[in-house]
């Protein structure tokens, strides 16, 4: 049978980033695929070894526009880490707050475009409609409804005032119900089990040899979540548990998403009940030399961090591994023998965020037995376009 | 028949079926839009869209096979506007009508669809081409049930191929209107796959294939193509309740029921539409082959046996 390339993006109207993938087809039945990044190289790793560590949370707030949280957390843990201080309890709860706001409204997120990728758009405005009052909740308890982190090293700059408590305890009770119709939706209905049901599956052996993370993993009977395995900020002091689906297909992704917003309101609502009065900052004044780790379970799964100090305030070398990045080569195991009308479902299964993951990559071409551009070609280019831009300007 | 009467039915019912076609447009948008909580585009947006693409530039891709790839959507525009002539004659004065017109407007109906193959193909884009072969595998799926449901209402018509004779005997006895029912049901879900809706619009399938077969459309021939769908969307319910349900014919309370009854298509195509996500095509295929077709044959023995 005749091979076709079916190029899908890098501008697609499933992407919301620019990514290339390439499926080769026979007939509708994908044989092959393969996928370029780095279409948006931001450089913000390189950004954070000019900034310093005050200032560095609200860049790495924009790695990502939907885990906001997510990367100041992983930093805060990574610079914690280094220099071992304290965190006060209510800095924990708000954190842990705040993040789990976060996993809601970025899983409201995925189901209403799954919804959308399956041509099921009333699923889609309704998702969002649903997320939409947990962005109102942001802007109450950080003055933002996407920038919401409020993350600093040793603390949060800002606290929740007492009186927004009983709003977010209204939202989460009016939520709750919602999220009940919405798994219900993907449960019961016939036609959304015969488009994701078996479709796409990543079995447990391929989970781990491709060392998926978050969802994606847990979707496939992976039991691994970073807020259970290394937990920080007050997940060890609330009562909650890891959602873990074995089949591996996209109505297991779909599940395990739909299940944690549960755990998610179950675990704001403990961190309500549980925060106490008192200061919400340690009082870091010095970092010392040497290197150090943060994970956090962003709702794609688990965000690394790393960080090396000379003792500056600012990071000698600063390294940001999103879950995508891990996350995205798995399609090499699900996707291939797949349906083309399935394989951009089974990559959005995965929540891709593909911005977050872009790397300057370099290119080989294997017939040359070479790059197909080398490093001091690259930095050529990039001063021809530096003098041409200062000529304009 | 005189040519004054060919030529005004057949101006009128063009019209007539554009307007009705943007009128049904504009409720699927704005029911669809409430549905999803959203307000809904204003009453004449169709028709903007329509004359805003008019006034753009027609893009031909250099590899297109540019005569196929421009004439398909006239084709499909001309066999729409004849069949909405041949319907609205039949509706108009239903003792008047050509004998075995149902085969032709049955065939004319057919030819937008096959008009869309053609022009998918022509476009040398392979998410056209894809959703051309998505089109045809599902013309092949979901025309066999239909036709069944079309049989249920001619035998329990005594076997008229005539759509004046279909209006005049809609539903004859209790059994006739219960077999009918049956094929009334099995020719909207056909409907739902001709008129290319959510959960049959894997041919265009903006999410997977970009809007597949209409995706190097641009301009003059996309406005057409929209037109035409737009007739299609008018059609179809006109077609439906022509056959099944007794038309519009019998003076003024005759319009009245019958525009009610068409609304009341339209509008159950559009809840379908937005309760659904889209099927896949081999999934598509083995619901009306396996699902729907063993129904409909069996509504059309039941039928033959009661008459």
């Known amino acids: 049978m005749k091979r076709t390339v079916v190029p899908i993006g890098p501008f697609h109207p499933i992407l919301e980033e620019p990514l290339r993938f390439e499926l080769h087809v026979e007939g509708e039945h994908v044989v092959d695929a393969d996928v370029r990044i780095s279409h948006n190289h931001r450089g913000m790793e390189k950004m954070c070894e000019g900034l310093s560590y005050d200032q560095i949370p609200f860049l790495l707030a924009r790695v990502c526009g939907i885990c906001s949280a997510s990367h100041p957390m992983a930093f805060c843990n990574a610079l914690e880490d280094l220099c071992g201080c304290e965190v006060p309890p209510r800095a924990q709860y708000i954190r842990t707050l705040i993040c789990e706001l976060e996993r809601l409204h970025s899983h409201l997120l995925w189901v209403g475009l799954a919804g959308h990728f399956i041509g099921y758009n009333t699923v889609y405005m309704w998702a969002w409609k649903y997320r939409e009052p947990i962005l109102d909740l942001f802007e109450k308890v950080s003055g933002s409804r996407n920038h919401y982190e409020n993350h600093r090293v040793g603390g949060v700059r800002r606290d929740i005032p007492d009186e927004v408590f009983p709003a977010i305890r209204k939202t989460l009770d009016e939520l709750e119900p919602k999220a009940e119709m919405l798994l219900g939706a993907v449960i019961d209905d016939p036609v959304i089990h015969a488009r994701t049901k078996g479709v796409g599956v990543l079995r447990n052996v391929d989970a781990v040899a491709y060392g998926v993370t978050g969802p994606t993993a847990r979707g496939s009977g992976v039991n691994q979540d970073i807020r259970d395995t290394e937990p920080y900020a007050a997940y060890d002091k609330v009562d909650w548990k890891v959602v873990v689906q074995p089949e591996g297909d996209v109505f297991a992704k779909a599940a395990v998403r739909l299940l944690e917003n549960f755990e998610s309101i179950k675990i704001i609502r403990q961190c309500l009940d549980q925060i106490e009065p008192g200061p919400i900052c340690a009082d870091v004044r010095e970092l010392p030399e040497g290197e150090g780790i943060g994970h956090a379970e962003a709702p794609r799964g688990e965000t690394f961090h790393y960080v090396r100090s000379d003792g500056t305030n600012r990071p000698v070398r600063y390294k940001v591994r999103a879950p995508t990045f891990v996350n995205v080569p798995s399609f090499k195991a699900n996707v291939i023998g797949a349906e083309l009308a399935d394989a951009m479902l089974i990559v959005a299964a995965m929540d891709p965020c593909y911005s977050c993951t872009q790397r300057m990559s370099l290119i080989r071409d294997d017939t040359r037995q070479q790059s197909v551009i080398t490093h001091d070609e690259l930095l050529q280019l990039s001063w021809a376009k530096t003098e041409r831009i200062r000529r304009q300007c | ?307």
């Open chain 2, 1 to 307: 028949m005189d040519l004054a009467w060919i030529v005004g039915v057949f101006v009128v019912a063009v019209l007539g079926t554009a307007v009705a076609g943007l009128v049904s447009k504009w409720i699927d948008r704005k029911v669809t839009a409430r549905v999803q909580w959203r307000t809904g585009p204003p009453l004449l947006q169709p028709l903007y869209d329509i004359l805003k693409l008019l006034g753009k530039e027609t893009l031909v891709p250099r590899q297109a096979r540019r005569a196929g790839f421009l004439l398909a959507p006239v084709i499909g525009f001309a066999a729409a506007c004849v069949a909405a002539a041949l319907l609205w004659a039949a509706n108009i004065d239903p003792s008047r009508t050509l004998p075995g017109d149902l085969i032709l407007v049955w065939y004319l109906l057919m030819v937008p669809s096959v008009a869309l193959i053609i022009g998918g193909a022509s476009s040398a884009n392979p998410h056209a081409v894809i959703g051309a072969s998505r089109e045809m595998k599902l013309m092949l799926a979901y025309e066999l049930p239909m036709l069944l449901a079309v049989l249920t209402s001619v035998v329990a018509s005594g076997f008229t191929f005539n759509l004046g004779g279909l209006i005049q005997s809609a539903g004859a006895g209790v059994a006739g209107k219960i077999t009918m029912a049956v094929g009334f049901i099995i020719g909207v879900l056909c409907t739902q796959a001709k008129l290319g809706l959510v959960p049959f619009d894997m041919a265009e399938a903006e999410t997977e294939i970009q809007g597949g077969v209409y995706v190097e459309y641009s301009g003059p021939p996309l406005a057409l193509w929209l037109l035409t769908r737009a007739m299609m969307f008018a059609l179809m319910p006109i077609f439906l309740v022509t056959v099944f349900w007794g038309g519009f014919a019998g003076g003024a309370a005759g319009v009245a029921t019958g525009a009610l009854k068409y609304v009341l298509v339209v509008v159950l195509l559009v809840l379908i539409r937005n309760t659904n996500p889209r099927l896949r095509i081999d999934q598509a295929m083995r619901f009306f082959w396996y699902g729907l077709t063993p129904i409909a044959v069996v509504a059309v023995i039941l039928a033959a046996a009661v008459f």
